[in-house]
């Protein structure tokens, strides 16, 4: 990927699920990629691998800003539903935008969910609300699916 990038026949190179250590290692052999794409929500921040990409420039895209849906029925998210009058999905993918963070809600129920989620840009989460949701979140961390940042580096092996 890098000869081709060097080549000129793609611009870009991204990572999927990447931690700190994985993006080390890439940077140690002279590549940093342009994005780091990992499970990104309030309950599965990721703090350690969002510092590390903010500081070296690497985009950051969230996938299941939504938890696989898993959080959609919580308290606090309908909550903060009910005072910004969107869905619960609409404020998770708000706290993603407000974030900075590339996200990418997915869907199999059709346009409707599409444009639901697409509806996010016609208010803002408070400094407050940020704040609160990623700290609740915090509180009770869990990700939706697996997570390679948990193995040594004797389990994932050499780059």
Same mark, same amino acid.
């Given at each position: ?8 026949? =793609? #611009? ?15 940077? *140690? ?7 780091? *794409? ?19 420039? =690497?985009? =950051? ?26 869905? $619960?999905? *609409?404020?998770?993918? #708000? ?17 409707? #969910? ?27 961390? *869990? ?14 092996? $050499?780059?």
């Amino acid at each position: 990927m890098v000869a081709l990038q060097k080549e000129g026949k =793609i #611009r870009s190179i991204g990572v999927s699920n990447f931690g700190v250590q994985h993006l080390e290692w890439l940077k *140690q052999a002279g590549f940093v990629p342009a994005v780091n *794409q990992i499970e990104l929500h309030p309950w599965w921040p990721n703090e350690d691998i969002v510092d590390y990409c903010r500081t070296n420039n =690497i985009a =950051i895209m969230g996938y299941s800003p939504l938890g696989k849906g898993h959080f959609l029925n919580d308290p606090y998210l309908i909550k903060l539903s009910g005072k910004y009058g969107k869905t $619960p999905a *609409q404020i998770l993918i #708000r706290w993603s935008i407000q974030n900075g963070f590339i996200t990418i809600p997915k869907t199999t129920s059709g346009v409707e #969910r599409l444009k639901e989620n697409m509806d996010v840009f016609d208010f803002a989460l408070s400094n407050e609300d940020m704040k609160g949701l990623a700290d609740y979140g915090r509180k009770n961390l *869990q990700n939706t699916g697996w997570d390679p940042t948990m193995n040594s580096k004797e389990k994932f092996g $050499p780059i």
